[in-house]
């Protein structure tokens, strides 16, 4: 496989001369880039010019054309990566980038035809149209890869096989329901599918996932005027950052809960407007459904209490709204409780202060948790902190305002989006601290696009600061969290594909009982080691097997395939690599299995 974006991005890197530039430099000028030119759009843009005004129709439907075009670009080139049996190509890049550039465009331009109800019908369904596509895209992995073998597989095993549900085999967080196997062996059973590894239903619940998302934050804005010309960026406020929703959280049941906890977030902050308790009631059971699906929802609560305190502060608080945050917070507690949820907050907030505390023994204070990130070319290691600049930059500004007194009672909005910026900024650092960058920082960064919502409800959002969030998407679209096969080395998207998952489980059925049994309760001193050939790493689909092989057909007691791992037969390759020469036991070509009789 031909990995030409990692090529192009290292060429221009080397030429720019960003190749031997420290990663935390090139993070923090990139972060001062977007903060000092979002500043400046917004405090020097000059007021009383509408897209009406400036607006050519010859240029604005040539601009909808384009949109068009590109989307239907995106597609094809998708449709010939999948039928040539590889991921996103370099022309699927090249298309999304074209849609997110005319998107940008067409918002800057969105008055232009609001007297034309023809041309009105036919902007918006370009809209949707590339908007859809968007989503289709990420989430069509699932059908490339053509297997879905990740660690909850573990809990879909159980429950499709058992025909009901004890506790989860994944993890304990996931013991009270754990909603993506749920939905999963549903279809399953709907479709009339045997195949509890098969990609499709997995693929369906990603898709439809974002496109609930989609719609409901396409019908906020849409209620608000001020908003409208921000209708055709919503895909490019989704993913303002790596780990936001649309391209970093796609793996299940990160991708259902966040979805879910932001669509209840949505209709909490709708209900604010229309005093609607029947939005609060749908909202706390989307609340609900993503607490059991991933303690990710707490991100929810922590924005909630600051809308609810900055109400407070300017004397609008409801007696509907602190019921609702006390039952969903009731709600968390006690899943936190009921499940091990406990231990995995103890346990990351334990390695976090550990990491303070030892981060002056260290040459460098920022320890990424992925070592990947040290490897990505610059360009798209930018994307990680460009989003934060724009967030800084939208949060002085409307500090500025509220000084000098330029907004008319926009405390508690303001307030808002000052705490979030605050607290996603101190979350971020203390997580880089303590190498768990991606427990603490998904949740937060999944609720980026909020801000600029907020923002874009008391101020008009300047052309320049669209072009801004524009560029953070594509540089978004540039990382291997979006595009991991253009890529040499694994970052957030490692899942299986259905070769590698193929010969894992040529390997599994070839393992004797009494070795794994042995293996298992520490009584062998034999150990066999994985050696991938292969340049792409990808998963091998090993936590369900571990299920589907050894703990559902009893040949280890296990609880979890966690309980497995450290104890079970395979591990990754250690010491020279001279050593994978000799003592062959399987060699595919791409994964080479190698033995050992001492013990490590």
Same mark, same amino acid.
């Given at each position: 496989?031909?990995?030409?974006?990692?090529?192009?991005?290292?060429?221009?890197?080397?030429?720019?001369?960003?190749?031997?530039?420290?990663?935390?430099?090139?993070?923090?000028?990139?972060?001062?880039?977007?903060?000092?030119?979002?500043?400046?759009?917004?405090?020097?843009?000059?007021?009383?010019?509408?897209?009406?005004?400036?607006?050519?129709?010859?240029?604005?439907?040539?601009?909808? +054309?384009?949109?068009?075009?590109?989307?239907?670009?995106?597609?094809?080139?998708?449709?010939?990566?999948?039928?040539?049996?590889?991921?996103?190509?370099?022309?699927?890049?090249?298309?999304?980038?074209?849609?997110?550039?005319?998107?940008?465009?067409?918002?800057?331009?969105?008055?232009?035809?609001?007297?034309?109800?023809?041309?009105?019908?036919?902007?918006?369904?370009?809209?949707?149209?590339?908007?859809?596509?968007?989503?289709?895209?990420?989430?069509?992995?699932?059908?490339?890869?053509?297997?879905?073998?990740?660690?909850?597989?573990?809990?879909?095993?159980?429950?499709?096989?058992?025909?009901?549900?004890?506790?989860?085999?994944?993890?304990?967080?996931?013991?009270?329901?754990?909603?993506?196997?749920?939905?999963?062996?549903?279809?399953?059973?709907?479709?009339?599918?045997?195949?509890?590894?098969?990609?499709?239903?997995?693929?369906?619940?990603?898709?439809?996932?974002?496109?609930?998302?989609?719609?409901?934050?396409?019908?906020?804005?849409?209620?608000?005027?001020?908003?409208?010309?921000?209708?055709?960026?919503?895909?490019? #406020?989704?993913?303002?950052?790596?780990?936001?929703?649309?391209?970093?959280?796609?793996?299940?049941?990160?991708?259902?809960?966040?979805?879910?906890?932001?669509?209840?977030?949505?209709?909490?902050?709708?209900?604010?407007?229309?005093?609607?308790?029947?939005?609060?009631?749908?909202?706390?059971?989307?609340?609900?459904?993503?607490?059991?699906?991933?303690?990710?929802?707490?991100?929810?609560?922590?924005?909630?209490?600051?809308?609810?305190?900055?109400?407070?502060?300017?004397?609008? #608080?409801?007696?509907?709204?602190?019921?609702?945050?006390?039952?969903?917070?009731?709600?968390?507690?006690?899943?936190?409780?009921?499940?091990?949820?406990?231990?995995?907050?103890?346990?990351?907030?334990?390695?976090?202060?550990?990491?303070?505390?030892?981060?002056?023994?260290?040459?460098?204070?920022?320890?990424?948790?992925?070592?990947?990130?040290?490897?990505?070319?610059?360009?798209?290691?930018?994307?990680?902190?460009?989003?934060?600049?724009?967030?800084?930059? #939208?949060?002085?500004?409307?500090?500025?305002?509220?000084?000098?007194?330029?907004?008319?009672?926009?405390?508690?909005?303001?307030?808002?989006?000052?705490?979030?910026?605050?607290?996603?900024?101190?979350?971020?650092?203390?997580?880089?601290?303590?190498?768990?960058?991606?427990?603490?920082?998904?949740?937060?960064?999944?609720?980026?696009?909020?801000?600029?919502? +907020?923002?874009?409800?008391?101020?008009?959002?300047?052309?320049?600061?669209?072009?801004?969030?524009?560029?953070?998407?594509?540089?978004?679209?540039?990382?291997?969290?979006?595009?991991?096969?253009?890529?040499?080395?694994?970052?957030?998207?490692?899942?299986?594909?259905?070769?590698?998952?193929?010969?894992?489980?040529?390997?599994?059925?070839?393992?004797?009982?009494?070795?794994?049994?042995?293996?298992?309760?520490?009584?062998?001193?034999?150990?066999?080691?994985?050696?991938?050939?292969?340049?792409?790493?990808?998963?091998?689909?090993?936590?369900?097997?571990?299920?589907?092989?050894?703990?559902?057909?009893?040949?280890?007691?296990?609880?979890?395939?966690?309980?497995?791992?450290?104890?079970?037969?395979?591990?990754?390759?250690?010491?020279?690599?001279?050593?994978?020469?000799?003592?062959?036991?399987?060699?595919?070509?791409?994964?080479?299995?190698?033995?050992?009789?001492?013990?490590?």
């Amino acid at each position: 496989m031909d990995n030409m974006l990692e090529s192009l991005l290292r060429h221009i890197d080397s030429a720019l001369g960003l190749s031997n530039l420290p990663t935390l430099s090139w993070l923090l000028y990139v972060m001062a880039f977007f903060f000092i030119f979002t500043c400046l759009s917004e405090l020097l843009k000059k007021p009383g010019i509408s897209s009406h005004e400036e607006g050519k129709r010859i240029f604005y439907l040539l601009v909808l +054309f384009s949109l068009g075009f590109c989307s239907l670009l995106s597609l094809s080139a998708f449709a010939v990566s999948y039928l040539s049996g590889h991921f996103y190509s370099f022309h699927v890049v090249l298309g999304l980038i074209a849609q997110m550039v005319f998107s940008s465009f067409l918002s800057m331009l969105w008055r232009a035809s609001v007297h034309d109800k023809k041309l009105e019908s036919a902007k918006r369904f370009i809209v949707h149209l590339s908007a859809i596509i968007i989503i289709f895209l990420i989430s069509a992995r699932w059908l490339i890869r053509g297997v879905d073998a990740e660690e909850t597989s573990a809990d879909t095993l159980n429950i499709y096989y058992n025909g009901n549900f004890q506790y989860s085999m994944h993890a304990g967080w996931y013991d009270l329901a754990p909603v993506d196997s749920i939905i999963k062996v549903i279809l399953l059973r709907v479709c009339g599918n045997d195949d509890p590894f098969s990609p499709f239903e997995t693929f369906l619940i990603s898709f439809m996932s974002g496109l609930f998302l989609y719609i409901l934050v396409y019908v906020y804005v849409k209620s608000r005027r001020s908003l409208n010309p921000l209708l055709p960026l919503i895909p490019a #406020m989704l993913m303002l950052h790596p780990y936001a929703f649309l391209p970093g959280a796609y793996i299940t049941p990160t991708n259902i809960a966040t979805a879910l906890a932001l669509a209840s977030l949505i209709l909490f902050l709708h209900s604010i407007q229309n005093r609607s308790r029947a939005q609060l009631m749908f909202s706390r059971i989307l609340f609900i459904t993503s607490l059991f699906a991933h303690p990710f929802s707490i991100s929810v609560l922590i924005f909630i209490a600051a809308c609810l305190l900055a109400k407070y502060a300017d004397g609008f #608080m409801r007696s509907h709204d602190v019921l609702f945050f006390t039952s969903t917070l009731t709600l968390w507690l006690a899943k936190t409780v009921y499940t091990a949820t406990i231990y995995g907050i103890v346990s990351i907030w334990n390695s976090i202060v550990n990491g303070i505390f030892q981060a002056w023994e260290r040459e460098s204070v920022i320890v990424f948790r992925n070592v990947g990130y040290l490897r990505l070319p610059k360009i798209p290691l930018a994307s990680f902190s460009a989003s934060l600049g724009i967030i800084g930059g #939208m949060a002085v500004v409307i500090l500025l305002s509220m000084l000098r007194r330029y907004l008319n009672n926009p405390r508690w909005l303001g307030l808002s989006i000052i705490f979030f910026v605050g607290f996603t900024g101190l979350s971020s650092l203390l997580g880089s601290l303590g190498g768990q960058s991606r427990y603490i920082f998904v949740p937060f960064a999944s609720l980026f696009f909020l801000v600029v919502l +907020f923002y874009g409800e008391v101020r008009n959002v300047s052309r320049a600061l669209k072009a801004l969030i524009t560029l953070a998407a594509i540089l978004t679209m540039l990382t291997p969290n979006f595009m991991p096969d253009q890529y040499s080395f694994p970052m957030a998207a490692k899942i299986s594909d259905r070769t590698m998952f193929e010969i894992s489980r040529s390997l599994f059925e070839k393992l004797d009982p009494h070795f794994v049994i042995n293996r298992f309760q520490g009584t062998s001193n034999m150990k066999l080691y994985i050696d991938q050939q292969s340049e792409f790493i990808r998963n091998m689909g090993g936590a369900g097997l571990i299920v589907d092989k050894l703990i559902l057909n009893g040949i280890v007691k296990a609880r979890s395939y966690w309980d497995f791992l450290g104890r079970g037969p395979f591990d990754a390759i250690e010491g020279d690599r001279e050593y994978s020469m000799n003592n062959i036991v399987w060699d595919s070509g791409l994964v080479k299995v190698v033995s050992s009789w001492v013990n490590p």
